[in-house]
């Protein structure tokens, strides 16, 4: 009899967390509490595509450390982030259930979407998983996809989304909303002298959302969600032409001391207000500023 818990394992690459993955993440948690054994994850670092198709490698829509806090809150106990390689890509679908049970101690249960392809060429599928896992012991459990407006809820799905500006659909599918997370960095305070301070926030995402003004909530190093308005893009009106995109947060209703440079903040984004547009002056941008605001406040409830 084995000396380690009995495990059951979610397997995937995860980009996301969307309601899909919870739902492969949730089959997994809901055996273990049956057989009061343990929930892992097994996760990929980097994305099977950097490896796969390096040309055409999917931008991710969160970091390791937001992906690892959002696959916690779905109830994993551990989280192995495999190293994607091209000896990993090469081995034959056959072995990759041995290969499983001899990484991962304990591993009673696999939990997989439908569409779930494993092995050199992507050779294996759900259905040869079930029949090789068996061989050794360890049953499968497919997940079939959440269905969210007629269609299957997936990470691209998400991308097109968040590229396209429609954040309340991408939220909707990510169950919480898309966040981004950086360090305050000085700025030109071009925002303060037309009476709309802003936080200026260093973030390089690898997922692009569409550039525009945005209603948000940003979150102080106390925990504090602050009303806020955002806009992210490259500044027409007031720069050349920039080297790279800005955050700009400017807070609704502040109840605390704003924080100061450095410190590091989590902006939630709730909802997508115009696009980023280039203006005459700065008196149009003040006037159009102006009327984001209180469509912003309108969002957060403070109109």
Do not use: C
């Amino acid at each position: 009899m084995s000396s380690h818990p009995a495990l059951h394992l979610a397997i995937g690459a995860f980009d996301g967390v969307h309601l899909g993955h919870r739902a492969v993440l949730h089959s997994a948690r809901d055996l273990a509490r049956q057989t009061k054994g343990q929930v892992g994850v097994m996760t990929f670092d980097p994305h099977p595509s950097r490896v796969l198709r390096p040309q055409s490698a999917v931008p991710l829509i969160f970091n390791r450390s937001q992906k690892d806090e959002r696959l916690t809150e779905a109830g994993a106990q551990f989280i192995h982030h495999h190293a994607f390689d091209a000896q990993h890509a090469a081995m034959e679908a056959g072995e990759f259930p041995k290969w499983l049970q001899k990484t991962f101690p304990g591993l009673e249960s696999l939990h997989v979407g439908t569409n779930f392809q494993y092995g050199r060429n992507r050779s294996g599928n759900n259905q040869t998983l079930i029949q090789d896992a068996a061989a050794i012991g360890i049953k499968v459990h497919l997940v079939d996809p959440v269905i969210l407006d007629n269609d299957p809820v997936s990470s691209s799905r998400i991308r097109a989304a968040l590229s396209s500006g429609a954040i309340s659909l991408a939220n909707q599918m990510l169950l919480r909303p898309y966040e981004a997370e950086g360090s305050i960095i000085p700025g030109k305070q071009i925002g303060r002298s037309i009476g709309f301070p802003t936080l200026n926030i260093d973030w390089s995402p690898e997922l692009l959302p569409a550039f525009g003004v945005y209603a948000v909530e940003l979150v102080t190093p106390n925990g504090v969600a602050e009303p806020g308005i955002a806009n992210w893009g490259l500044r027409p009106t007031v720069e050349t032409a920039a080297p790279k995109p800005l955050l700009e947060i400017h807070l609704l209703r502040p109840t605390e001391a704003l924080p100061t440079h450095g410190v590091i903040l989590r902006v939630r984004w709730l909802e997508y207000i115009r696009d980023e547009q280039k203006f005459a002056d700065l008196s149009a941008l003040e006037r159009q500023i102006t009327s984001d605001v209180q469509k912003a406040k309108t969002v957060h409830g403070l109109a």
